[in-house]
């Protein structure tokens, strides 16, 4: 029987422990500002809590419940990726991705999932487990503390030439060899972003998924603002109708990734289950009730769906008869999944399916890509043992910045 994990606990949840406990309220909200504020990672590190309490929950609780299994790191250091394990065995990935002005995390929400998209490894896995709301606030105060780690050891000036410029303005980067050390000298103190993207589908898992979106928001704790969050969907309408109703501006991304039924449902088998007028009527509806404007993701595989005609398909289907959605195409170059019958799209058919979309008027750019070397990239993780065979190092591949 797995201990409590504290980080399952909202305040109300930790101020009736106390009270269960015969602690004064205010306990509670000093455990949650040392959980989220000061990212204690063991109630040893609690000082301002006294020795009975923090023996106390070192008995019967835990600072979360996962176990880090492989840390691993590319792009100079700036890339890091861990794989957890669960206590039941399942095992999920987390990265952190590291910019001269922000530090992004990218969480997983299921062990596994269950959508079975045939370009993504998560997807090849099938569904282990949802996670807990534990479990995904978890991932973001891991990133927190190995930020704080990394800058640490980032501190020493040598350190810091290792990383490469990958943030921008919207072009491929020619540089390869640009001065980075004065890029990184504005430090960024914290997890500036978050995004819904690791493994998994956020919306299959939507009530502990938001659980985590809670407290990671709260103010009292991690205090990170809503509008700093991402959620990406595999195109369940449901959750996007549910999200443009919720009373936090969580972004959100949609996986496109064709611009037609047939081609998508057979990309995406979920796209059976909600077609394409299905899910941009939900998508209408997130929009006129948010104002908020939608990304769509859209990777591109060779052949598959990147010929400037679908380019043109996807205009006019984002333009629409009811007039154009407030939306951003992110194009995202395909990242090698072992085994996959697909190929990446060469840089110039990615160039020419963009410049199509800016032409029709819909905005447009192409991803940043990160730690492809180490399968920490978009729909590479998989849980896999040691870095994926087939995948070329990073720095052999182009960086698009967006
Ligand atoms: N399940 C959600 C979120 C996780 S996937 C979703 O599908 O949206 C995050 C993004 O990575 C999605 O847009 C997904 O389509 C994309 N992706 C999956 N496999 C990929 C791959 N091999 N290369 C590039 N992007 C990929
Ligand atoms: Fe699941 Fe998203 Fe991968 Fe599809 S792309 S299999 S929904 S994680």
Redesign the pocket.
């Known amino acids: 029987m797995p201990k409590l994990d504290l980080y399952n606990l909202a305040l109300p949840d930790l101020e009736s422990l106390m009270h269960d406990w015969g602690q004064p309220a205010f306990r509670a909200r000093q455990i949650y500002r040392q959980l989220y504020a000061n990212l204690a990672d063991d109630p040893a590190a609690m000082t301002d809590l006294p020795a009975a309490l923090r023996e106390r929950l070192r008995e019967e609780a835990t600072v979360g419940a996962l176990a880090l299994e492989r840390a691993q790191e590319a792009d100079g250091g700036l890339t890091r990726k861990a794989l957890f394990r669960l206590h039941d065995g399942a095992v999920l990935e987390t990265v952190l991705m590291i910019y001269p002005d922000r530090a992004t995390v990218c969480v997983s929400t299921q062990a596994g999932?269950a959508?079975g998209?045939v370009?993504?490894?998560t997807g090849r896995l099938g569904l282990l487990r949802n996670l807990t709301p534990g479990e995904i606030v978890e991932q973001a105060m891991w990133a927190s503390r190995e930020l704080r780690r990394w800058q640490g050891a980032a501190g020493r000036p040598g350190d810091r030439e290792a990383g490469r410029p990958d943030d921008g303005d919207g072009q491929w980067w020619g540089g390869e060899g640009e001065p980075f050390t004065e890029r990184v000298t504005r430090r960024v103190g914290r997890i500036t972003n978050l995004v819904?993207?690791?493994m998994?589908?956020?919306f299959a898992n939507y009530d502990r998924w938001w659980q985590a979106v809670e407290r990671l928001h709260d103010p009292k704790g991690f205090n990170l603002g809503a509008r700093s969050m991402t959620v990406?969907?595999?195109g369940l309408a449901p959750g996007i109708r549910r999200l443009a109703e919720a009373p936090l501006p969580v972004n959100l991304?949609i996986?496109l990734?064709a611009p037609d039924d047939e081609l998508r449902s057979s990309l995406m088998p979920i796209n059976n289950r909600y077609p394409l007028a299905e899910l941009l009527d939900a998508t209408r509806f997130y929009i006129e009730r948010t104002g908020r404007r939608v990304s769509f993701?859209y990777?591109l595989l060779q052949g598959q769906n990147d010929h400037p005609h679908q380019a043109i398909a996807l205009a006019r289907l984002l333009r629409g008869r009811e007039g154009p959605l407030l939306c951003h195409v992110n194009l995202?170059p395909?990242?090698p999944?072992p085994g996959a019958p697909l190929g990446r799209s060469e840089r110039e058919r990615v160039l020419a399916f963009q410049r199509v979309l800016l032409d029709y008027g819909v905005a447009c750019t192409v991803r940043v890509e990160r730690g492809v070397a180490i399968a920490a990239?978009?729909?590479?993780l998989a849980g896999a043992p040691a870095a994926q065979p087939g995948a070329p190092p990073a720095d052999a591949i182009p960086l698009l910045s967006q």
Do not use: D
């Open positions: 999932c959508m998209c370009f993504c490894a819904f993207m690791g998994g589908e956020p990406s969907t595999v991304a996986s990734h993701e990777v995202i395909w990242n999944v990239a978009c729909g590479q």
